[in-house]
């Protein structure tokens, strides 16, 4: 049990972020559904402003960009 979670930070954080987001930290390559979650995730943070300034960022400018990349993948 004290193995399921693993603490990240900065640039390690958005890295993972964003290899989840795009599927390619899937059990499946090219699985997309986490796209929807994680986007639903940072409008809950949002809207309770519990998200910081970088992911943010991250969640305006590059969660539109990953949709563009996973569209040209499929």
Do not use: W
Not at 11 to 16: F, S, V
Not at 29 to 56: C, D, H, P, Y
Not at 57 to 64: G, I, Q, V
Request: hydrophobic share 40%; glycine share 6%.
């Amino acid at each position: 049990m004290k193995n399921l979670a693993v603490i990240q930070s900065k640039r390690d954080a958005i890295t993972h972020l964003f290899e989840v987001t795009t599927g390619l930290d899937s059990l499946n390559v090219g699985e997309v559904q986490i796209l929807g979650q994680v986007k639903n995730a940072f409008a809950i943070s949002e809207k309770r402003q519990t998200v910081g300034a970088i992911f943010n960022t991250y969640s305006n400018k590059r969660l539109p960009s990953l949709k563009k990349c996973i569209r040209s993948i499929e």
